[in-house]
């Protein structure tokens, strides 16, 4: 990349380097998943500081050139300022979780927009939502699976169907596979998969159905997302779901 390149950016990682540097990891809208080095953000007088970069923070940033594997930054400034996520217990634990989610299943670092697009508003509305939030971890990881590539087939479900996350389709029967959930959590399943993400409605779960589909979720990752290992704020997330 040549001269500087303004773009809007989601924080993905930030890991302390050194005394006072950060490195981190940003999904940018212009040039997908890009990693920079942050130097003195520790330091009081920084220029960029630090604190730009928790979870999922909305940025619009300016990169400099750069030869290297990791980029620099001219500027960095919060594009949108959450209101409700900062204040909000609930709230803060969900945003851990779908930081989490993402850092792990956006290994490709080709701009998608669409994808960029989606993560921008979920959050957004995330930050504006009154009510109904406790199932929003699960429709957006069923949602970020459709910008991935192995959405949930749900063509000819049936009541007595279940789910196998490995093929990830509805079965009659399940007794030849490895990986699946039986026919009472699959019509959960099936429910929470057509339902729309950006409607404020609540899906009528009980605090254990929301944590049993929370650890079929990330099992269904687990068998499509090479080197997709352990999530550790799941326990914290569901500490919250209900």
Known sequence: MNGSDK?????????????NSLIVKLLTEK?????????GALNKSAKIRAALFQPLTLLDIVIASSRGELGHL???????????????????AIILFLCELLSKSIQDSETDLELFDFIHHALTYLDEMETNYADFPLKFSVELSRF?????????????????????CFR?????AAYVIDSRLSALFFKL?????????CLNLTNAERR???????????????????????????????
Do not use: W
């Open 172 to 176: 009659h029967d399940g007794s030849d």
């Open 74 to 92: 001219k500027e960095a400034n919060v594009e949108y300022a959450y209101s409700d996520i900062p204040i909000n217990i609930n709230k803060n």
């Open 212 to 242: 049993q589909l929370l650890e079929a979720v990330t099992t269904y990752y687990k068998m499509h997302i090479g080197g997709f290992n352990d999530m550790k704020s799941t326990d914290i997330l569901k500490t919250i779901l209900q």
């Open 7 to 19: 773009t809007r950016a989601i924080v993905l990682k930030a890991i302390r380097y050194g005394d």
């Open 148 to 168: 991935l590539g192995f959405s949930p087939n749900t063509t000819g479900y049936k009541p007595s169907f279940v789910f196998d996350l490995e093929e990830g």
């Open 31 to 39: 040039n997908g998943l890009q990693s920079f080095i942050i130097k």
């Open 193 to 201: 998969c057509n339902n729309n993400i950006f409607e404020d409605t």
